[in-house]
């Protein structure tokens, strides 16, 4: 379901320091999997800390329909009642994804090798972006999709009825395709080997372990290749969700860059395959101190004491720490606007394809409150300046990232910033409007 329909404008002034603590809400991709394997597995599974935002709720109600008992026990805290590997049941209505790029592809990798079919669609953004990359590699698996021209939503994708296992080379470094590789492997016999040349986000092999499978990683010259032992026997589990470290950048950002600032931010997951932006800001030279590391949910996770850092320098993001922080370059360029020199982001061609062209947006909507940029198919540099104007309305695109962007911009521009739709947050951070007041950011609707 869409997140919502009329557009909700939000306006970002010029605040007074941010202090306190931020309590950031469960992170993306671990719930939208905790989500996924429960339903694959038999038994219950219990999930804590679980994000309530509505790409995640659509996979819930995604997992009813084939076949799972999804259920809201209390704030953060489901039950899911699996159905077993091959056990999905046909789905009598259209599977819609919303905004979820990542619930759309886990979910059609998880039934790919069941023989039933599935329908699949999504809102204006989703409906856009590029299913091939995922529909090729099910295709070996013995998957047929029909869709759209140029691969595009809606489409219906029929499960292999006796699928063969894969040996897969992931051809652009994506945690979605990996992960659809290998859900798709669980109803295989044999073994699906998936080859990344590229580390990216490895939370699908560390939860496929905790709910028994065989999985391997192997550090090779080609790679990590990652090896899954095909239709074991999943049970279900406890898991808790550690918080968003993609969310966390947000307010972490702010605080930076809004002078006099000093938050803390506690059990934020430091998983190295996410950790990209909080390196890269230390480089910058940010004030972000990591306290009590631990381990929470099998994810290593610390609490952020952030300072506001008024000498941050612009530095070059190297391509092979691109997959690290892929979600976090639209904030990460809005620090860089306001950083000594330049801020040269390589390697990051995947922005095209996210819930907008993200260079593109990202792009015209800095020029817009008065920074200068360039870019290339591959690369957005930022050119930082002592003070950006600001007081632009700059579009979203149906892109929660990059309206949280340009709100954390407004907080520290000369004229506020709007944004024409802030509607998108809710996709990934419901809380981010009460959350960031609570911090003393004047952030709010625009005709409120
Ligand atoms: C995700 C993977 C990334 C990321 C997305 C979440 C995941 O996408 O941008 O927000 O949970 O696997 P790609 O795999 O397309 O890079």
């Not at 059609?108 to 079919?117: L, V």
């Not at 591959?378 to 340009?406: C, K, N, W």
Request: hydrophobic content about 40%.
């Amino acid at each position: 379901m869409s997140a919502h329909d009329t557009p909700i404008p939000m306006v970002a002034r010029r605040s007074g320091p941010l202090k306190g603590e931020a309590q950031i809400p469960g992170d993306k991709s671990i719930s939208h999997r905790a989500l996924i394997l429960g339903a694959l597995s038999v038994g219950e599974t219990h999930v804590t800390g679980l994000l309530e935002g509505q790409d995640v709720l659509d996979t819930a109600s995604a997992m009813r329909a084939f076949g799972a008992t999804v259920t809201q026990l209390g704030q953060g805290e489901w039950r899911v009642q699996g159905v077993g590997v091959g056990g999905f049941a046909e789905p009598a209505q259209v599977i819609d994804c919303g905004n979820s790029g990542t619930g759309v592809r886990l979910i059609m990798g998880a039934m790919a090798t069941t023989p039933i079919s599935a329908t699949f669609t999504g809102d204006a953004s989703l409906n856009k972006r590029p299913m091939a990359r995922i529909t090729d590699p099910l295709a070996l698996f013995g998957a047929r999709a029909v869709g759209r021209q140029g691969g595009r939503l809606p489409m219906t994708l029929v499960g292999a009825a006796e699928p063969v296992p894969v040996r897969y080379t992931l051809p652009m470094p994506s945690a979605q395709v990996k992960s659809a590789v290998l859900l798709a492997g669980l109803n295989a016999p044999g073994e699906t080997v998936v080859i990344e040349p590229e580390a990216t986000r490895d939370h699908t092999e560390r939860m496929l372990r905790g709910f028994g499978a065989e999985v391997t990683v192997e550090e090779t010259d080609e790679g990590r290749v990652i090896t899954l032992k095909g239709q074991p026997e999943l049970l279900g589990q406890r898991v808790a969700v550690p918080r968003d470290p993609s969310s966390a950048a947000f307010p972490v950002c702010a605080a930076l860059l809004v002078p006099g600032s000093e938050i803390t931010v506690p059990g934020v997951s430091r998983n190295p395959t996410r950790d990209g932006l909080y390196v890269t800001l230390l480089e910058m030279g940010a004030d972000i101190v990591f306290e009590n590391p631990r381990i929470e949910g099998g994810e290593p996770v610390a609490d952020l004491r952030v300072r506001s850092s008024p000498g941050l320098q612009g530095v070059e993001t190297p391509p092979e720490r691109a997959a690290s922080m892929i979600d976090e370059f639209p904030v990460l360029s809005v620090v860089a606007a306001l950083a000594g020199g330049t801020t040269v982001m390589r390697g990051v061609k995947e922005l095209r394809v996210k819930e907008s062209d993200r260079i593109d947006a990202m792009a015209r909507g800095l020029e817009a409150c008065g920074v200068r940029i360039e870019e290339d198919a591959d690369t957005l540099i930022v050119h930082g300046m002592a003070s950006v104007p600001g007081g632009a309305t700059v579009e979203s695109r149906l892109d929660h990232r990059i309206a949280m962007a340009f709100l954390v911009l407004g907080l520290v521009s000369e004229r506020p910033v709007t944004v024409d739709d802030g509607g998108p947050i809710a996709t990934s951070f419901p809380l981010f409007e009460p959350l960031m007041a609570g911090l003393g950011a004047a952030i709010s609707r625009a005709n409120g």
